[in-house]
């Protein structure tokens, strides 16, 4: 059975190969997330079990299969990571075998996880990035879209990040308009070198209209949609789906942004994800004229 | 706390998130369970197989050589090229290869050219060698950071203008990848990555499963690559080695004013030997040079003091946090 069987497609939709499995991500938080942000394009919450933690187990199976295809990279997130109470093991089974990113809300980065985060980080060849993210460089622009008080607690997670020696990338959406422009992201600069971070590090993302930010920022139009002929000579290199495919407790996914679709799952190992998708979604339309990837 | 945040506490009880709609838990579940492919065993084997075969590659080896030295990034620091060369014959090297980018960062680059052609040195494209020579607008290292992006550009038009066409032209006829027989290893030398021109293999980004799938889709007993600037090896489980051999343009941002290039020879006993060697050179001298040429102080001081000051942005978390900046 070919993929075009398993994903009935219509036929104005264009399809991208997978050119090298270079970024395996792990939905390893699952949906759930002591956060509840308006604009979540997977719209976690502490009841969201659409998809479950995955365990270490799991994740060892699928680091198995993955170093056979010679993954570069991890990436984990979630719902939040450090939820999953495998997350520090999970974590040190993958840097024996390459480097590692987490993408964390920061809530529950207390002095002694960050401490043992940092050994993990010493104890190996290999790079381990920790990815917080803000919406807003104050509590006012933050805290209506992370929650009431987040802002504070974030901040404190990054302090107890930079104090255990480690230093984090600072994510941020477009949801915080001014984070697009040179100013806007100076200010965030601005925010971290006041806490002592010499070097700081920010990774700005625009918005998926899908999930919690429908809602919240207004859902895709109906032209919002990518087709054959829009990419020159047909070439989606700039896609990360065309490099990386997504773990969940449920199967492999084609990349960290359609987890909430049940027709961007793949397969049920990464060998039986090698194959070419179709971009039919409209979030495509946004990885392409945004040229997003998610990695750091 | 205001009503928008309590509503999704709750609101996802039983029920899963399908796109934008709410659906019983159980839907979500079924609907992915029947989605996707699912592989015989056999096809699972045939497919992780057929990932990592060698695709066909008719760039001609040369040699075989019993001891060669490699260098890359010469970035118009001619002083260190000749002191490389004088240093490889010195060490009885059979044959001279440079891994591109000879341009950028230093001054004059036309100085580099005759050293080049005296020495034999064998070379292939860098980005840069590929932006010069198609008259690209941009030097292709792929910098995302506004800061790097700026001094790169400086660089760029620098040698861009001070590059006559000759030599351009000449850039342009460089192979873009070499196989290379030391003792009984094929090594593929190459400037970013086999993949791309401008990937980055840093040490800590190129674990030792990605290297041997690499290897095996290249079909060769080890690769030799620079582009990051810093250099580093890996002796993979198979026994292969994959080996960055650094720049010889400038400093190893490890607060030392020396450079790096590698030897490699043939042995009886492990196949192959990977020498990784800091070289000395008149940084000094190199240093006036560049102020002579009115190039940026940011890059003086990198010769000076060894430190980078820019292209920071490029290092993985974990050779950021040896860097001083
Ligand atoms: S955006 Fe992140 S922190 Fe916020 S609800 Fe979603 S997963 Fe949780
Ligand atoms: S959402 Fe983006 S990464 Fe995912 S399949 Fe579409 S284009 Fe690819």
């Known amino acids: 059975m070919s993929v075009a069987e398993a994903n009935p497609i219509p036929a104005a939709a264009p399809r991208v190969e997978l050119k090298s499995l270079d970024t395996l991500w792990f939905q390893v938080g699952g949906t759930v997330c002591n956060l509840a942000c308006t604009h979540c394009f997977v719209s976690c919450s502490p009841t969201n079990h659409t998809h479950e933690f995955l365990a270490l187990a799991e994740v060892r199976r699928y680091l198995d299969e993955a170093t056979r295809l010679g993954v570069r990279e991890y990436y984990f997130t979630g719902g939040e990571p450090f939820l999953n109470p495998e997350m520090e093991a999970i974590l040190e089974a993958t840097l024996a075998l390459g480097p590692a990113t987490v993408l964390t809300n920061g809530l529950l980065l207390d002095p002694a996880r960050c401490a043992r985060l940092k050994k993990l980080a010493d104890a190996t060849d290999y790079s381990l990035d920790l990815r917080v993210s803000m919406d807003g460089y104050d509590a006012e622009s933050n805290d209506p879209v992370r929650g009431a008080g987040t802002f504070e607690r974030i901040l404190a997670g990054v302090r107890n990040l930079h104090e255990a020696g480690l230093n984090p990338v600072i994510t941020v959406t477009e949801v915080c308009r001014e984070a697009t422009t040179d100013s806007g992201k100076e200010r965030f600069f601005a925010l971290l070198r006041t806490m002592g971070i010499e070097r700081p590090r920010l990774k700005v993302l625009p918005v998926f209209q899908i999930g919690a930010e429908a809602e919240r920022g207004g859902a895709y139009e109906s032209w919002q949609r990518l087709r054959e002929g829009d990419a020159p000579a047909g070439d989606w290199d700039h896609l990360q789906c065309s490099a990386c495919r997504m773990v969940t407790d449920q199967g492999v996914w084609v990349c960290p942004i359609l987890v909430n679709e049940p027709t961007a799952k793949m397969g049920e190992t990464l060998a039986d994800t090698l194959g070419a998708f179709p971009l039919e979604h409209p979030a495509c339309w946004t990885c392409h004229v945004y040229g997003v990837s998610c990695r750091t | ?325």
Not at chain 2, 105 to 130: D, M, T
Not at chain 2, 156 to 171: E, I, L, N
Not at chain 2, 282 to 304: I, K, Q, Y
Request: glycine share 10%; proline share 6%.
């Open chain 2, 1 to 325: 706390m205001s009503e928008k945040l309590i509503a999704p506490l709750t609101v996802h009880r039983g029920l899963a998130t399908w796109g934008e709609k709410l659906v019983p838990l159980a839907a979500f579940r079924q609907a992915a369970a029947e989605t996707g492919l699912r592989l015989t065993q056999r096809e699972r084997e045939a497919a992780l197989r057929a990932y990592r075969k060698a695709t066909a590659d008719s760039t001609p080896v040369e040699g075989p050589y019993s001891r060669i030295a490699v260098f890359g990034g010469v970035y118009s620091n001619h002083l260190a090229l000749a002191e490389v060369l004088e240093e490889a014959a010195r060490r009885g090297a059979e044959a001279i290869y440079c891994l591109g980018d000879l341009g950028a960062f230093g001054p004059s680059p036309e100085k580099v050219r005759p050293l080049l052609s005296h020495g034999g040195v064998l070379a292939i494209q860098g980005n840069y060698e590929e932006s010069l020579a198609s008259g690209r607008e941009d030097c292709n290292c792929g910098y995302t950071d506004p800061r790097d992006n700026h001094f790169a550009e400086i660089s760029y038009r620098y040698t861009a203008q001070s590059c006559s066409p000759g030599f351009k032209a000449w850039m342009g006829t460089l192979p873009r990848r070499r196989r290379v027989r030391v003792g009984n290893r094929e090594l593929l030398l190459v400037h970013g990555s086999p993949r791309r021109v401008n990937e980055f293999l840093f040490h800590s980004t190129s674990p030792a499963p990605f290297l041997e799938v690499l290897l095996d889709q290249n079909r060769c007993d080890g690769i030799l690559c620079t582009h990051t600037g810093l250099h580093w090896q890996r002796r993979l489980p198979s026994g292969r080695d994959v080996v960055n051999v650094g720049v010889i343009g400038r400093p190893a941002n490890d607060g030392n004013t020396h450079v790096w290039f590698a030897m490699l020879e043939a042995r009886e006993k492990d196949g192959l030997g990977v020498e990784l060697l800091p070289l000395r050179y008149d940084h000094s001298g190199l240093a006036a040079e560049m102020r002579r040429e009115g190039l940026p102080e940011e890059f003086v001081e990198t010769v000076l003091t060894g430190w980078w000051t820019t292209c920071l942005e490029i290092l993985p978390a974990r050779e950021r946090a040896a860097s001083r900046f």
